[in-house]
Nanobody, 126 residues
């Protein structure tokens, strides 16, 4: 069974950090681009970051540039999202997703992913 599982969410104060993990089971992540998305209550889902299957290309939403860093460890079949300088507006459920693109150097924060995790809650509050 193909599955993505997010972990690492929680409650953090503004200015704090969290590292989210996206672990795959049933398939190898190195064949897939990975995207991180988030959805806050009452808002539409938005793309946060992505990394190509080669690991050589990354993309970030303007709202998180300079604060979030995406990386992958294919040996561990896991992708990470390091989130620093967190703000209350980063509060949301965060999802990872896996998909294949026409090039191993491509990814998108706009969509195009086939497999999705169940999400992990991130709350930034004092």
């Amino acid at each position: 069974q193909l599955q993505l599982v997010e972990s690492g969410g929680g409650l953090v104060q503004p200015g704090g950090s969290l590292r989210l993990s996206c672990a795959a089971s049933g398939f190898t992540l190195d064949d897939y681009a990975i995207g991180w998305f988030r959805q806050a209550p009452g808002k539409e889902r938005e793309g946060v970051s992505c990394i190509s299957s080669s690991g050589g290309s990354t993309n970030y939403a303007d709202s998180v540039k300079g604060r979030f860093t995406i990386s992958r460890d294919n040996a561990k079949n896991t992708v990470y999202l390091q989130m620093d300088s967190l703000k209350p507006e980063d509060t949301a459920v965060y999802y990872c997703a896996a998909g294949r693109f026409v090039s191993r150097h491509m990814c998108s924060i706009g969509g195009g992913y086939r497999y999705w995790g169940q999400g992990t809650q991130v709350t930034v509050s004092s």
